[in-house]
């Protein structure tokens, strides 16, 4: 039986009820010198643990933020549609693409029977290329590790994506490691409705960098006589919590509400 020092009100239902699932602690070499046997209900034990798990999980989900915009499908961008740049390090931060137009996204030319792209053309470019070129910059303040950054396309017909001159991400082109020409020709794709594509581990965390980072694309067409180009990109990024969660310690003993076991 359970009794209160200098109380004689009886213990809560929950440390009442013989239907309760209940445990002994029994004496033991292992068990502390005084601690009586006793029989006490699991309770309000599960209803510690229950709260425990609660806390746990609300601390897991706050491990990341949601994903930050870096910018979106109206981001400016610098664009190259009249010649190749076959051998040219054109994808590096250090080019020089003052010389080049600017336009915001998106960047195309289509028919009207695709109302999707038309409506959110803003840069309406020259049909008669095989592949296109563009560049952009942002700046991204946080460090690299840990981050994952989340791309939302919109491209008619393939493309290749590079960070900071190195390659991350292709669609609708040879897969890599076959290397891509100004001549090299897409799988017909048509720009229907948007994209998203997610990238993570070392390809960003070794080519991110805090502070200014050029992202630059190519836009290749399906045939050398297609009737359309289409391209617009937004980027965002998730980054791990700045602040780690608090360290959850469970208490030495379970609390005794005044009652003796």
């Not at 991350?168 to 001549?183: G, H, K, N, Q």
């Not at 050029?214 to 700045?242: K, M, N, R, W, Y």
């Amino acid at each position: 039986s359970f009794s209160k020092s200098h109380d004689r009100r009886p213990a809560p239902s929950c440390l009442r009820r013989p239907n309760l699932l209940c445990f002994r602690l029994n004496r033991g070499p292992n068990r502390p010198h005084g601690m009586p046997s006793q029989t006490t209900s699991s309770c309000c034990c599960a209803r510690w643990l229950a709260l425990l798990f609660l806390l746990l999980a609300a601390v897991s989900a706050g491990a990341q933020t949601l994903p930050r915009p870096l910018f979106t499908l109206t981001n400016t961008w610098r664009y190259q549609q009249a010649a190749s740049l076959d051998g040219v390090n054109w994808t590096a931060p250090a080019y020089d693409d003052t010389a080049w137009p600017a336009g915001r996204g998106v960047l195309a030319v289509e028919d009207s029977g695709n109302a999707f792209v038309t409506a959110r053309t803003n840069t309406v470019l020259t049909l008669g290329r095989t592949t296109y070129y563009f560049r952009t910059r942002f700046v991204f303040s946080n460090s690299p590790a840990g981050v994952t950054l989340h791309l939302t396309n919109l491209v008619d017909d393939g493309a290749v994506v590079y960070l900071n001159g190195r390659e991350v991400y292709r669609a609708y082109l040879p897969a890599a490691p076959t290397a891509i020409a100004y001549a090299t020709l897409a799988t017909n794709h048509e720009a229907a409705g948007l994209e998203e594509a997610t990238l993570s581990g070392p390809v960003v965390e070794t080519n991110l960098v805090t502070g200014t980072n050029v992202l630059a694309v190519e836009v290749h067409q399906t045939t050398t006589t297609s009737t359309d180009i289409v391209f617009g990109l937004g980027l965002g990024a998730t980054v791990p919590d700045p602040i780690p969660p608090a360290t959850l310690r469970m208490p030495a003993s379970a609390p005794r509400y005044g009652y003796t076991f």
